[in-house]
């Protein structure tokens, strides 16, 4: 119930906050995402019918991340406790993004790993207009093809 109330208010200070600066715009948006909701709403941005969509799992990396249906296809979202937790997930994953740690992964496409602070996100896909989304979101991919 307290957490509830805490969100309840969180809410009404946003939604007072937006209005009385006429809402984000491009101008005022953040530069990067920082977290789940901002992935989206850069994509979204974008001109990109994006969804929110299921937890996925992925074996190699140590925390549960949320997906994004996004033309076709998915981006999937981890957000970790600190950016040191996500920098050293990030570390472990090769250039090419095909080996994570002493996993080799077979990817149905072209992976592309991005980091901005606690997040990092896995899009598999070559989407021209995604990738850029995600660029312009997150900054340039830091692993993958």
Do not use: K
Request: glycine content about 12%; overall charge neutral.
């Amino acid at each position: 119930m307290h957490r509830r109330r805490i969100a309840l208010v969180g809410f009404v200070v946003l939604a007072v906050g937006s209005a009385a600066c006429g809402g984000l715009s491009a101008s005022n948006r953040p530069q990067h995402a920082t977290d789940y909701a901002s992935v989206l709403d850069h994509l979204r941005a974008a001109g990109l019918s994006a969804e929110p969509g299921e937890e996925v799992e992925q074996p190699f990396l140590a925390v549960t991340g949320r997906m994004i249906q996004v033309r076709g296809g998915d981006v999937q979202v981890f957000s970790y406790s600190d950016p040191a937790a996500a920098a050293a997930q990030a570390a472990r994953i090769s250039a090419d993004g095909a080996t994570v740690g002493t996993a080799n992964i077979h990817w149905i496409g072209p992976p592309h790993f991005y980091r901005h602070g606690v997040i990092l996100v896995v899009y598999v896909g070559d989407d021209a207009q995604v990738l850029r989304a995600l660029e312009s979101a997150l900054g340039p991919q830091f692993a993958g093809r």
